[in-house]
């Protein structure tokens, strides 16, 4: 990042990941947000990210969502946590 190599991240405590669970479905409970993710979810951005920039996408995303700069660096799977909840 910024010219130097980024650490392997070690993952979630699963607290938070129950956590994250919980925002999710209570988001989605009270907005047209819905209990979904992009299909590429733990990787890379790819055409989603101009459906979630132009509003077309109303799901779960990641920052990597947003912009091909950008990856997930935890490797969080939204799509199989959210068929968890």
């Known amino acids: 990042m910024h010219g130097g190599k980024v650490e392997a991240h070690l993952g979630f405590y699963p607290v938070q990941i129950k956590?994250?669970?919980?925002?999710?479905?209570?988001?989605a409970g009270v907005t047209d947000v819905e209990l979904k993710a992009p299909l590429d979810s733990g990787k890379t951005s790819t055409d989603y990210s101009k459906d979630v920039v132009s509003g077309k996408f109303a799901?779960?995303?990641?920052?990597?969502?947003?912009?091909k700069k950008k990856i997930d660096c935890a490797g969080?799977?939204?799509a199989k946590?959210?068929?968890?909840?």
């Not at 956590?19 to 988001?27: H, N, R």
């Not at 946590?81 to 909840?85: G, N």
Request: aromatic share 8%; proline share 0%; glycine share 4%.
């Open 19 to 27: 956590a994250a669970q919980a925002l999710w479905s209570a988001i």
């Open 76 to 78: 969080l799977d939204i």
């Open 59 to 67: 799901g779960v995303i990641s920052h990597y969502h947003c912009s």
């Open 81 to 85: 946590l959210i068929k968890e909840i």
